[in-house]
């Protein structure tokens, strides 16, 4: 072998490894004799002289590409232990294939000089202690990597030029298939087509992902398998959120031929660590967009409006679509105060309102306001039903007809556009064939000439199909009668989910404002149309269940008046004959007076007489508890009457007094001392 000489007593002392790769699974399956001659390398290392216990081979890396950022167990292994200092040589099938990136080879390289490690594969014996092996390296993984680079660009371009024709063949969704010709149709299968009509239907039907996943819930969905041992064959599992989505935004349900949809980008974290992640190009940069391509199951209009609505329909995005819930104008009601949007509350009595989302921060204004969404979703959905009269039918189908002419007026500047560049570009064309083919330099400059009007030729195609993307389809003047015809009936009908008269509020309205206003017993509301008009609703605002069964502002004021100086029994036969009623409409008795008592805070009249006090002062008088007090009134021993609010008023004097507190004193029960003095009776 080349370079034999450099393999030292030194280099044979320590382990030699053989390190194998092969960039994929499929190589390592159908190039099984690249994997035989890097196994054979062993062999290699023993006629060079290393004893073959000191012959290791790390083979984890088979299957795994070589690029840079790439993780690969068996490298990382392989730089650790010749860092270690345990490695005499690395065997390789080629050295500067050891990695994919000259950047890797090079640090191997740079590691192998220092630790005294040699590099060796079928060429030779390389030392990189050595300033020509060293030089002799780089250039060749220099030239591998120029060389893997020219293959990549030979390759795309020719899968570039094979996908403009729309010729490329690549794995089809389930629901399509190539055809003995190789044709894209729609797959003969009955039941996979109507698993991917349904789900179609599905979202027109509800608008949302999630829900073609519930209307999906104990059906199975067809899956075509790619690669691996079900390769080609149709599984049928569970339709999972991401598959619909996948499904719905895939072009090539529409008939659409696309080929660079999606792109690979590489990040860098502060550790040094290359991250590559597939991410998804706008319909803008997408390389090859070939439409009609193919039958598909639904229209490129149809594709274009549910992806508009998919984006309606992602929250993190600033969207507000309808959702459940009673509460008409969520997700599109603000509050007029301080600009932010109103939250929709449900209470536990199930009653919703919109508050202010400033109340989060503690940002709100003196006249942010939270009302209940009864009122505001009556008020709007009537402004709705009164916007579509027979007369404001007449006047929309009118406008509709008006907006078409407006959608056509701004195609027809793109389509003028697209002509006059075709003018151009076929003009150019002529000026280059005529030309005499000796006359090189002319011929050179009409050529660049004809390059760039074709360039602008292109351009303005884009343009008008950009234009035409990106103005809705309108509904026809046979859908706008139809919906028209029985509008409040359909608003009303017990079948119509409360989603469905969000999805029918928000077709004519763009968004709802809750306007400052002094009179908190008011409420405007600002209406803002799609069609730009605006329109300013004031309602009253309900009351407060508590507040509405309030006790009648009279009734209060008589018992203010009345009450310090009258009974209660008194007030309820006054408030009875003036014909004042509760807030329940009840006529008053003792407790609605108490409570009134209660909630305003008015005194009762003194209950007692002249002479008279209370049990609680009695034994306070007399140093006892009340229990003794009132046992005496319940037995007859202390007189005493029933006053206002049934309390004992009891006739007082001093020689009541004397009394009592002699018959406390010899009391062997209340005086413990008199208990003392009695002598005990024996038996």
């Known amino acids: 072998m080349n370079g034999e000489h450099k393999i030292t007593s030194s280099h044979r002392e320590r382990t030699a490894l053989i390190y194998l790769r092969q960039s994929s699974m499929a190589q390592v399956r159908e190039h099984t004799e690249s994997t035989k001659s890097q196994y054979a390398l062993a062999e290699t290392a023993a006629g060079l002289g290393w004893a073959r216990t000191a012959i290791e081979v790390i083979d984890t890396d088979l299957g795994i590409s070589g690029k840079w950022g790439v993780a690969r167990e068996g490298f990382t292994e392989l730089v650790t232990r010749m860092c270690a200092g345990e490695v005499g040589a690395i065997f390789g099938i080629e050295i500067t294939r050891l990695a994919r990136s000259n950047a890797d080879v090079a640090r191997l390289a740079e590691f192998a000089r220092i630790t005294g490690t040699l590099l060796i594969d079928p060429d030779g014996v390389y030392d990189p202690a050595d300033v020509n092996d060293r030089v002799l390296l780089g250039f060749k993984g220099t030239l591998g990597e120029m060389e893997l680079h020219v293959m990549a660009q030979r390759l795309q371009a020719n899968k570039r030029a094979a996908a403009g024709r729309g010729e490329l063949r690549t794995p089809l969704p389930v629901g399509l298939v190539h055809d003995d010709a190789g044709e894209v149709v729609i797959d003969p299968d009955a039941g996979v087509q109507a698993a991917i009509r349904d789900v179609f239907s599905a979202f027109a039907a509800c608008g949302s992902a999630y829900g073609v996943v519930a209307a999906f819930a ?48 590489r990040t860098v974290d502060p550790s040094g660590t290359v991250h590559t992640a597939i991410t998804e190009r706008p319909r803008a940069e997408w390389p090859v967009l070939i439409k009609d391509h193919h039958e598909g199951y639904i229209t490129w209009a149809e594709y274009l409006a549910s992806e ?79 916007a579509l009269t027979p007369g404001q039918v007449t006047l ?105 008269r969000k999805r029918l509020l928000r077709t004519l309205i763009a968004d709802i404002t809750v306007l400052p206003d002094p009179d908190r017993g008011k409420a405007r509301i600002g209406i803002r149309w799609h069609t730009g008009a605006t329109d300013e609703l004031t309602i009253d605002r309900p009351l407060n269940p508590g507040t509405a069964k309030r006790t009648p502002a009279a009734a209060v004021e008589l018992v203010q008046r009345l009450g310090p100086a009258t009974s209660n029994d008194e007030l309820v036969t006054r408030l009875n004959a003036a014909g004042h009623r509760t807030g329940h409409g009840r006529p008053f008795d003792i407790d609605a007076v108490q409570w009134i008592r209660h909630a305003y805070k008015i005194p009762v009249p003194d209950p007692y007489g002249p002479g008279e006090i ?25 007189t005493a009457r029933r006053g206002s609010a049934s309390r004992f008023c009891i006739p007082w004097n001093q020689h009541l007094q004397a009394d009592c507190q002699r018959r406390i004193e010899q009391s062997g029960h209340l005086n413990p001392a008199a208990r003392r003095t009695k002598p005990r009776q024996r038996r």
């Open 614 to 638: 209370s049990v609680a002062e009695a034994a306070r008088r007399l140093g006892c508890s009340t229990s003794v007090i009132y046992h005496w009134i319940h037995t007859g021993q202390l």
């Open 396 to 500: 929309a189908l009118s406008a509709a007809g008006e907006v078409a002419g407006r959608y056509q007026r701004a195609s027809r500047a793109a389509e003028l556009a697209v002509e006059r560049a075709r003018y151009d570009a076929d003009r150019a064309e002529r000026a280059f064939c005529a030309v005499e083919p000796e006359n090189r330099l002319v011929a050179r400059s009409l050529e660049a000439r004809w390059e760039a009007r074709l360039a602008a030729l292109s351009e303005a195609e884009q343009a008008l199909q950009a234009a035409q993307d990106t103005l809705p389809p309108l509904p026809s003047r046979a859908d706008l009668e139809k919906l028209a015809a029985d509008l409040p009936g359909l608003w009303n009908a017990p079948t119509t989910s409360a989603r469905d």
């Open 308 to 386: 508009a609505r998919l984006a309606a329909n992602h929250t993190a995005a600033g969207a507000r679509p309808p959702r459940e819930g009673t509460a008409l104008c969520q997700g599109i009601i603000s509050c007029g105060s301080c600009g932010k949007p109103m939250m929709t509350n449900y209470h536990t009595d199930q009653r919703p309102s919109y508050d202010c989302s400033s109340r989060r921060d503690q940002l709100t204004t003196p006249s942010c306001r939270s009302v209940a969404a009864a009122c505001v979703d009556a008020a709007v959905a009537g402004a709705l039903l009164n």
């Open 218 to 265: 104990g059906r199975k969905f067809p899956l075509r398998a790619y690669g691996g041992a079900w390769a080609g064959q149709l599984r049928w599992g569970r339709l999972a959120h991401a598959r619909v989505l996948g499904i719905l935004k895939n072009p090539g349900y529409a008939g659409a031929y696309v080929f660079g949809r999606y792109t690979s980008r």
